[in-house]
């Protein structure tokens, strides 16, 4: 099962770093819904680590996108499968800068730009996962960390899992 939690991140990751022209498909959707920082492809990591210990443990150029799978649940729906449930997939979106004023609005182009990735990645992902779409989004009131201050954003996604 560990292998199914790092297949699962490493499909989303690779949905988020799709390159498109020059650019990645994140930074692309970011930066049509508003002028916002440029995302490098740095930025995506996977890993559930608060973002206290990422920033003592890593160099971060924020934002900063954490992409990690926090459950998995084997239902059986399939009988005669060895795995037929469910992963859940979360995408950490953090954004700090030195100024309060506007955390919100950047955060929330940037979850946007997101979900607008998973929105054109629903389907077949291989390896047995399938998204079949939708998401919930929790913003986390802004806390002083990172540049001065930092906002994050969890994004949960139900994969269907059938191996």
Do not use: H
Not at 1 to 19: G, P, R
């Amino acid at each position: 099962m560990i292998s199914l939690a790092t297949t699962v991140e490493a499909t989303a990751v690779a949905y988020l770093t799709t390159a498109v022209g020059s650019s990645f498909q994140l930074n692309a959707n970011a930066q049509a819904l508003a002028a916002v920082p440029a995302i490098s492809i740095q930025s995506v990591t996977t890993g559930a680590a608060s973002p206290e210990i990422m920033e003592q443990s890593l160099v971060l150029s924020y934002p900063v996108f954490a992409v990690y799978c926090d459950r998995i649940n084997n239902t059986l729906k399939e009988k005669f499968r060895t795995f037929s449930g469910s992963a859940q997939l979360t995408v950490d979106v953090r954004f700090s800068q030195n100024q309060i004023g506007g955390i919100q609005t950047t955060l929330e182009n940037y979850v946007s730009a997101t979900c607008e990735v998973f929105d054109g990645a629903r389907g077949d992902w291989g390896n047995g996962l399938f998204y079949r779409g939708g998401y919930e989004v929790n913003f986390v009131a802004v806390k002083k960390g990172g540049k001065g201050f930092l906002q994050l954003a969890k994004i949960t996604l139900g994969i269907d899992v059938s191996i």
